[in-house]
């Protein structure tokens, strides 16, 4: 059984994954060590799709799932934004 | 705690992470809207992971739809974290941009401006600094205003045709005043932009002062050479391929042509055929660096049929990148003629110097070596001219007397030239010949040189010994003769003297006796004749010394009262006159001592005999200081034989006569030389 935020969630999220794909070679210019931050997103997007798969089936194993892709984005993102200041820092004059 | 406890825990340990570094360092080095963005997915993030770690330890203290809101908020805030990345990219990207663009603009060499409305709406610091004003001055102002006057309507035609959207000329160069005083060339190119939603001019505008004067001075060098090329003496070519791609309008003249018949055609067939090979080798030699002439002469056949000659000095040079021959060119027609003529004159005189029967040499002044000998010196020399030439007339032992060597350079160093000296020169065979040797000291090519001409005298003088010996003889025999008519004469004095012996009568006894008398000075004067050296002249005061001698000692004078003084120059005077002359000098004393003393008187003969007018006339004077003649006796037409044998004479001689009867006899006679008179005696 899922819920209808959930579901909206990931609609929002496979909206900012098109429009993040569209844009990826922008983004890949614009952003400091932009895999990472890609890798955290793309975490992020599989935790809010397990979410909404542990409504239908295997409800403890996408649960398990869900939360394991959310400590990875957590992480991710955390280096990601140590790397990105530092990175900004040497740039600095 | 269950695993999925700890796994929200990790996760906001992580989220929490991110955020603390993100809000300490996170200002001023990301972009405002991303890190906004950020904190406040990160916020987000952190409020997920501590309501889910809560609602894992049991401890929720919010409603299970406040949560979900958080979720989808969290969601919203992820996706706009890209487009917030990308807008601050845009705004990044417009800055930088607009940087760019300005530093163009500030940084570039040619000035930008905006015209709108016939006024600067935009000017570029460089501008300013071209026009010599300030941004601020300029703007609002029109570009007109900065030209001068005489370009201010080519600006002006073009604004206007701008304006209207008709063609017009979009680069053009005018001069502007610089704010200094100075005049600047600005070359613009205008194009139409809109600015501020308006059609507007953008003028690229480049100060080419610089260029200008540079390329004023060219066209002013290449007008200097075009001048020069043009109007030199010399004609000027270029030739490339084999034809020629410019002649001056001098070289054409030269060959009778006009340029236009003269580029592009090949410059041989101008030229006479027996020259063609030459300028062909070095046509095709010289652009491969084979040897050719730099220098050298043809001949061209002009338009009307003539030729002339043509001194050709060529260079090899790159035309349009390309191996071109240059070609000087000068009409050396005037100097070919004088130069033939000079080869014929010369040639003139080396056959009047080799073939010239006289021995003639060319020798040193200073070393004295033979220059140059002809070929009857080499022939009476016996030598070659190889074996002549480069040594002296010492070393080749030519002159016999060393001294004369001496003394004939002395003469020709000391007067410059030296005629007919004798000299004897050893000759071929071992033959010592007598040579007349004239020189002169010439200077040729600046070398003191001694023209000697030496003529082989040997046969002339063995002419001369045969004329002396001959004219020797003569003399001896014309004394012989003299002298024989004087020991005549004297027989028929002698033979007189006899004769009158037989003879009583007084009267007639003394016309034997001057009889005798006259014979006796015409036989002295032939004894002087052949005891003089001159057998033509005597010494004619000498002879009246004689005669009067004679005379008185005939008459028996001698130690007697009359004295005798005689007046003489020692003068020469030919038998022709002597004999007439003397013949009157016998008349007039032995009138004198027969006549002017009479019962031994005592008084004085004198004779006077000298020359007048610049030694041409004779003047005779005999005089006494006795009685005179008698009066009524006309003297010119006396009948006695003495007196008209006088008159005979003076008038054979040619003179004049002049007697005066004053005090004694006065006696003057004047008359010329037999040969200057003209007349013939005897």
């Known amino acids: 059984m899922f819920q209808e935020n959930e579901v909206i969630t990931l609609l929002i999220g496979t909206v900012g994954v098109v429009f993040v794909f569209i844009k990826r070679r922008v983004l890949a210019q614009s952003v400091p060590s932009w895999r990472w931050l890609l890798a955290a997103y793309f975490y992020l997007y599989i935790a809010w799709a397990f979410t909404v798969l542990e409504g239908l089936f295997l409800p403890r194993t996408f649960n398990v799932l869900e939360h394991t892709a959310y400590m990875l984005s957590s992480f991710l993102i955390a280096i990601w934004a140590i790397k990105a200041l530092v990175a900004a820092s040497e740039e600095e004059p | ?124 610091e460089r501008l300013a600094e071209i026009r010599g004003h300030t ?13 001068l006057p005489e370009d201010v309507a080519i600006m002006e035609r073009n604004m ?26 600005l070359d613009i190119i205008w194009s139409r932009v809109t600015w501020c939603g308006k059609p507007a001019s953008l003028g690229n505008i480049v100060d080419v002062t610089d260029q200008k004067i540079i390329e004023q001075a060219l066209k002013e060098s290449e007008e200097r050479y075009k001048l020069l090329v043009e109007k030199s003496h010399a004609g000027v070519s270029l030739t490339q391929g084999g034809k020629l791609i410019y002649a001056s309008p001098r070289l054409a003249k030269i060959c009778g042509r006009s340029v236009e018949e003269m580029v592009g055609r090949s410059p041989l067939e101008f030229l006479h055929s027996e020259d063609a090979h030459l300028m062909e080798r070095n046509m095709t030699n010289r652009p491969a660096g084979l040897p050719a002439d730099d220098r050298y002469t043809v001949r061209v056949k002009r338009k009307d049929g003539t030729e002339c000659y043509l001194d050709i000095i060529g260079s090899l040079i790159t035309w349009d990148g390309k191996p071109t021959s240059l070609g000087n060119i000068v009409d050396v027609t005037d100097q070919k003629i004088i130069e033939q003529a000079l080869q014929e004159s010369e040639e003139r005189f ?22 140059d000998i002809n070929d009857s010196f080499l022939k009476m020399l016996g030598l070659n001219r190889e074996d002549a030439i480069g040594h002296t007339s010492l070393e080749l032992g030519l002159w016999k007397d060393r001294h004369s060597r001496e003394v004939f350079r002395d003469i020709l160093k000391s007067q410059g030239f030296a005629e007919s000296f004798e000299a004897d020169f050893a000759c071929a065979g071992g033959i010592v010949r007598p040579v007349l040797i004239s020189g002169r000291v010439i200077r040729l090519q600046g070398e003191p040189l001694i023209l000697a001409i030496v003529r082989d005298i040997m046969r002339l003088k063995q002419a001369e010994t045969t004329v002396r010996r001959s004219l020797e003889e003569k003399e001896t025999l014309l004394r012989e003769i003299h002298h024989r008519v004087k020991n005549n004469l004297q027989v028929i004095s002698g033979l007189l003297n006899l004769q009158a012996r037989y003879i009583n009568d007084e009267a007639s006894r003394g016309v034997y006796k001057d009889s005798q008398n006259r014979v006796i000075s015409m036989a002295l004067i032939h004894e002087k004749l052949y005891q003089a ?15 009067a001698q004679n005379l008185f000692v005939s008459y028996g004078m001698k130690g007697g009262k009359v004295g005798f003084v005689l007046d003489a120059e020692p003068t020469s005077m030919v038998v022709d006159t002597a004999i007439p002359c003397g013949l ?15 019962g031994g008187r005592a008084g004085e003969i004198r004779v006077s005999f000298r020359k007048l007018n610049g030694e041409k006339t004779y003047e005779l004077i005999v005089c006494d200081d006795g009685v005179g003649f008698p009066d009524g006796v006309d003297l010119y037409r006396s009948g006695s034989l003495g007196l008209k044998l006088v008159r005979i004479l003076v008038e054979q001689l040619g003179g004049t006569l002049k007697v005066n009867n004053d005090g004694g006899v006065f006696f003057r006679i004047r008359f010329k030389e037999y040969r200057e008179a003209g007349t013939v005696l005897m």
């Open chain 2, 135 to 147: 941004v601020d001055e300029m703007i609002g102002r029109s570009p007109l205003e900065f030209l």
């Open chain 2, 160 to 185: 206007l045709l701008r304006s209207a959207g008709q063609p017009v000329e979009e680069r053009y160069t005018v001069r502007a005043l610089h704010a200094d005083g100075s005049t600047r060339y």
């Open chain 2, 1 to 124: 705690m269950s695993p999925v406890g700890i796994l929200d825990f990790l996760a906001l340990t992580g989220s929490a992470t991110a955020l603390i570094a993100v809000l300490f360092f996170g200002r001023g080095r990301l972009g405002r809207n991303t890190l906004t963005a950020f904190i406040i997915l990160l916020c987000l993030a952190v409020v997920h992971g501590v309501l889910g770690f809560m609602e894992r330890v049991g401890t929720s203290v919010l409603p299970g739809s406040v949560k979900d809101f958080l979720e989808v908020l969290w969601a919203v805030a992820w996706s706009l974290v890209p487009v917030s990345f990308i807008q601050t990219r845009s705004e990044r990207v417009l800055r930088e941009s607009g940087e760019r663009y300005r530093g163009l603009v500030e940084n570039s060499h040619a000035g930008i401006s905006v015209v709108q409305d016939g006024k600067f709406v935009f000017v570029s």
């Open chain 2, 584 to 598: 009157i000098v016998n008349e007039l004393i032995s009138n004198a001592i027969k006549h002017a003393f009479p």
């Open chain 2, 533 to 547: 050296r001159d057998l033509s002249r005597i010494n004619f005061g000498d002879y009246i010394r004689h005669l």
């Open chain 2, 350 to 371: 080396r056959t009047v110097f080799y073939a010239n029967p006289e021995c003639i040499s060319l020798t040193s002044l200073e070393d004295g070596c033979f220059v």
